[in-house]
C-alpha cells in the first residue's frame, strides 16, 4: 500500500494503471507516458480538475495547485451537449417512466471494460435473480459475443423487467426518480454523475483509478458497497444479488448519497468551494 501523505488515501500499487494491463513491454510504456505527462503538469501554474473539495479534502490541502471547479456536468451546461461513444438509446428514458421510484438498478461499465464469457453470464443471472428492474447498458465490444453471449433462456425470462440498452443517455438517468443504485465500474465521470444525482452505489472497478475510486464511495463516503471475486477470481451472481439487495435495504446508504449530493452541489455556487476557485481562475487569466 502506497500513501502520499498521511491524510490522503491509501493505494494499492497492485492497481497502479501500469501494473493493471498487458505484459512488461505495454507496463514499461504505459509508465513512461505517465511520467512524462506528470513532468509536463510541474510547468503549469495551476491545475484544475473536475472535483470537488467536499470529496477529497485532504487532496487539495496536500496539493494546493490543484484546483477544484466541479463537478462538471454535461446537463448544466446552457446548450445540448453533443457528441458520445455511440448513439443513446434515448428510448430507455421512456422505459424508465413506467417504473416505480427507486426501483431500477442502473448498469453500466463505461466504454472500456471488457468482460469474458463467464463473468458476462454470471452478472446477466445476478441481475436476474434480484427480481428487480434493471437497465443494463451492453455495449456491442462489452464481451467477445454479445448476441451469443446471455444466458439461454435469459432474454425471455427478464422480458419486462430488464431493459437492455447499446448506449444510455447516463446523466439523464441517474437524474431520473425511478433509479434506485448504480452499479459502476467506478470510472470518475461516471462517480462524479452518481454522486451529484444522490445514487448509491455497487462497486465494481475494472481498472486503473477506478480501485481507489470505489474506496472512496465505500470506505470514505459510505455511499456504496464493493463485490468481492470468488476462489475462480468471478464475482458470482449471488454476490451481485446479495450486494444490491444489502444496499437497496439497509437503511443509510441513500441517505448518505443525497447528503453528499446537498454538499457537493452546493460547492458549485459562487460562494461554494468550487465556484469561488473557478472565479479566481478566471480572474487571473485576466490579469496575467
Not at 109 to 125: I, K, P, R
Not at 260 to 266: F, H, I, W
Request: one cysteine or more.
Amino acid at each position: 500500500m502506497v500513501q502520499l501523505s498521511p491524510t490522503t488515501l491509501a493505494m494499492d500499487s497492485a492497481h497502479f494503471v501500469w501494473a493493471c494491463i498487458g505484459d512488461p513491454t505495454t507496463q514499461g510504456i504505459i509508465f513512461d507516458v505517465i511520467l512524462k505527462n506528470i513532468t509536463t503538469l510541474k510547468l503549469a501554474d495551476w491545475i484544475i480538475c473536475n472535483s470537488s473539495n467536499e470529496l477529497e479534502t485532504s487532496v487539495f490541502n496536500s496539493f494546493p495547485e490543484m484546483l477544484p471547479i466541479g463537478p462538471l456536468l454535461a446537463s448544466n451546461r446552457l446548450g445540448k451537449s453533443v457528441g458520445s461513444y455511440w448513439p443513446e438509446d434515448s428510448d430507455c428514458l421512456a422505459w424508465l417512466d413506467k417504473q416505480p421510484v427507486q426501483s431500477v438498478i442502473y448498469v453500466a461499465f463505461g466504454s472500456t471494460s471488457v468482460f469474458d464469457h463467464t463473468q458476462f453470464q454470471e452478472l446477466a443471472l445476478g441481475l436476474e435473480l434480484t427480481n428487480m428492474p434493471f437497465l443494463w447498458v451492453v455495449r456491442r465490444n462489452l464481451t467477445a459475443e454479445t448476441d451469443g453471449a446471455y444466458p439461454k433462456g435469459f432474454r425471455d425470462r427478464i422480458q419486462g423487467r430488464g431493459r437492455l440498452a447499446s448506449w444510455a443517455p447516463q446523466q439523464q438517468v441517474l437524474s431520473h426518480p425511478s433509479v434506485a443504485c448504480f452499479l459502476s465500474h467506478c470510472g470518475w465521470n461516471s462517480t462524479m454523475e452518481g454522486i451529484s444525482n444522490g445514487v448509491p452505489f455497487v462497486c465494481w472497478p475494472c481498472f486503473g483509478d477506478q480501485f481507489a475510486n470505489k474506496s472512496y464511495i465505500c470506505d470514505i463516503w459510505k455511499v456504496g458497497l464493493g463485490l468481492e471475486k470468488d476462489e475462480n477470481g468471478i464475482i458470482a451472481q449471488g454476490e451481485v444479488k446479495n450486494k444490491i439487495e444489502q444496499l437497496v435495504t439497509v437503511k443509510g446508504y441513500r441517505e448518505r448519497a443525497l447528503d453528499l449530493k446537498a454538499k457537493v452541489m452546493s460547492s458549485l455556487r459562487e460562494d461554494g468551494c468550487s465556484g469561488k476557485n473557478f472565479n479566481n481562475f478566471v480572474k487571473w487569466i485576466k490579469d496575467d
